[in-house]
C-alpha cells in the first residue's frame, strides 16, 4: 500500500495544488488529510496563497481519493463544502499487516493515546516533523504542507510498504524515516 500524507494545509492554495500534482505523479492508493485543511486559525498569521475556496475546488477534484480527520480548525460548514468527510476525530486505516490510527494531535496523541491496539498514529498539529517509535507504537508527524513550526521545512509524509518518509516539500528530499 502506499499513501500520501498531509497536514494542515490551512487554505494556501499553492499547498492543495501540490498535493493534487503529487497525487497524479506518485499514483498513491489514498491521500491522508491530517486536519486543519481550510482556515488558519486565530492562533496563526495568515498563510501565504491563502484561498479556501480554491482550495476546496481543488480536494473536491480528487474528492474519492482523501481519508481525512478533523484538526482543530475545522468546522461544521467545511463539512458542506468538501465532498470527503473531514469532521471525524480519527480513522483507521489497515496496510501491510499494520494499523494507522488517523488523527490531527489536538485530542490524541503521544500523551492521550486511543484505546485499542493501534500499529502507528499519524498526527499534525504541532506543524513539526516526528518519526519515532515509542512503546511498540510507531508515532508520525509529516510536518506542515504550509506552515512549518520548529526550524522545519514545508513538509509532507509517504507511507509505503509499512515505511514511513517525511519529505521536504521543495526540495523533494526524504529527512525522516521509518
Not at 113 to 137: F, Q, W, Y
Not at 142 to 170: F, H, N, Q, W
Amino acid at each position: 500500500m502506499k499513501f500520501l500524507i498531509f497536514s494542515d494545509i490551512h487554505g494556501a492554495e499553492d499547498s492543495a495544488a501540490f498535493i493534487k500534482e503529487t497525487y497524479s505523479r506518485v499514483k498513491p492508493d489514498k491521500i491522508l488529510l491530517l486536519g486543519d485543511i481550510l482556515y488558519h486559525g486565530p492562533r496563526n498569521d495568515l498563510p501565504e496563497h491563502y484561498n479556501p475556496k480554491a482550495v476546496i475546488s481543488i480536494l473536491n477534484d480528487i474528492a474519492d481519493e482523501i481519508i481525512a480527520v478533523r484538526g482543530n480548525c475545522e468546522a461544521e460548514v467545511d463539512q458542506m463544502v468538501l465532498n470527503f468527510s473531514c469532521l471525524s476525530d480519527s480513522a483507521i486505516v489497515y496496510a501491510d499487516n499494520n494499523t494507522l490510527f488517523l488523527t490531527h494531535g489536538h485530542i490524541y496523541n503521544r500523551e492521550n493515546r486511543p484505546k485499542g491496539s493501534v500499529t502507528h498514529i499519524l498526527s499534525g498539529h504541532t506543524h513539526i516533523p516526528v518519526a519515532e517509535k515509542c512503546d511498540g507504537i510507531v508515532f508520525f508527524n509529516p510536518g506542515s504542507i504550509t506552515m512549518p513550526k520548529g526550524g522545519s521545512k514545508r513538509s509532507y509524509g509517504i507511507y509505503a510498504d509499512g515505511v514511513l518518509e517525511a519529505i521536504e516539500k521543495e526540495s523533494g528530499k526524504t529527512f525522516l524515516r521509518i
